[in-house]
């Protein structure tokens, strides 16, 4: 009686296993309805043809801020420093002091010469009067009229000798250094000061040999200044007629437009010309950033297609594309910002 029992209670679970099962596929064999997305509105946009474009390939070449006008103030005649009267970064007018040097000794010739030329003078009236009244012969009223040109002459030379003892400035600009003080002794050919004209820069830059030949003077050439935001149009000036021969580069001087901000020793880069290049350019509105990808939509049977592109250089409104797009396929051009790949556009 036992064994019967277990028997139909092993029936029993099998068949409630099988039924469990059954409803089981049947569960999922059930099937669940397909949502379809929403479809994308259509999209006026303005496009244009992708085309290749020639444009003259530079080189870039780093150069240095300079005034075009630039001086070593030295003395003329030697004397210890009087009296300094700038300090670097003052502004100065052509013909302003900047220093005074005490040369008694230069004083001291001027005042002998200053005394022999009115002896020379009184003596000279003396001679003409005699001549006049036929005691004086027209040899010795030469003589003394010669003797007399001669003293003029030293006290000239000692009057110019003098103002040299006054520093003055050679031009209006800028103090940039100072090599002495006051107490100091000034020799001819010692600098005393530097200075220059801070109104009128220009860009000097060493240009390799295979680049000068390329270059006229009159060119202008667009130079972008590390201080500064805007690009300057630099006018070349000069063109060093050898090179260096360490360097094997040609010394090259760009004059540049007065602009605030602009100062001596401020580092730049100018644009040298070096032949011609051709690329394909899209205008800058239709690549557009998501990220570190930069995109832009083809259109492509009234469809937007999305491409992942390489921009290259820029050039005024336009940019360059390395890969990504061919030649005479049409680009979105406005309305980028809101495409999505594969949304249906019309071209106005």
Do not use: W
């Not at 937007?304 to 592109?309: F, G, H, M, P």
């Amino acid at each position: 009686m036992g064994a019967s029992t277990n028997m139909k209670l092993k029936y029993q679970i099998t068949i409630g296993l099988m039924l469990a099962l059954a409803i089981a596929f049947m569960g999922c064999g059930h099937k669940t309805e397909r949502v379809e997305p929403p479809a994308l509105p259509t999209v006026s946009v303005r496009a244009q043809f992708i085309e290749s474009k020639t444009r003259v390939a530079t080189e870039e070449v780093v150069g240095t801020v300079r005034a075009k006008l630039r001086s070593v103030i030295e003395a003329k005649v030697s004397g210890k420093i009087e009296q300094m009267l700038v300090v670097p970064g003052q502004q100065v007018k052509i013909g302003e002091s900047l220093a005074v040097i005490d040369a008694r000794e230069v004083q001291a010739r001027y005042d002998q010469a200053v005394a022999l030329r009115q002896q020379a003078e009184a003596e000279l009236k003396r001679m003409i009067a005699l001549f006049e009244q036929k005691i004086l012969s027209q040899a010795e009223l030469e003589n003394t009229q010669a003797k007399a040109r001669v003293t003029i002459a030293s006290a000239t030379e000692a009057e110019t000798l003098l103002s040299y003892t006054k520093v003055t400035a050679p031009f209006a600009g800028v103090i940039t250094r100072k090599h002495a003080d006051v107490g100091d002794l000034a020799t001819p050919g010692k600098p005393l000061l530097d200075m220059e004209d801070s109104t009128a820069l220009r860009l000097e830059a060493d240009v390799p040999e295979a680049v000068v030949g390329k270059l006229t003077l009159g060119d202008k050439l667009p130079v972008r200044i590390a201080a500064l935001e805007k690009e300057l149009a630099g006018v070349i000036s000069e063109i060093a007629p050898a090179a260096d021969s360490a360097s094997r580069t040609f010394l090259v001087k760009l004059d540049l437009p007065g602009t605030p901000g602009l100062r001596a020793g401020q580092f730049g880069r100018v644009a040298m010309p070096v032949g011609e290049t051709a690329a394909l350019r899209v205008p800058v509105a239709a690549v557009t950033q998501r990220g570190q990808m930069e995109l832009v939509f083809i259109v492509r049977e009234k469809q937007a297609q999305l491409r992942l592109v390489k921009t290259g250089k820029r050039i005024g409104t336009e940019v360059e594309l390395v890969s990504g797009v061919s030649a005479g396929e049409q680009v979105v051009v406005e309305n980028v910002a809101g495409l999505v790949d594969g949304q249906p556009v019309e071209v106005k």
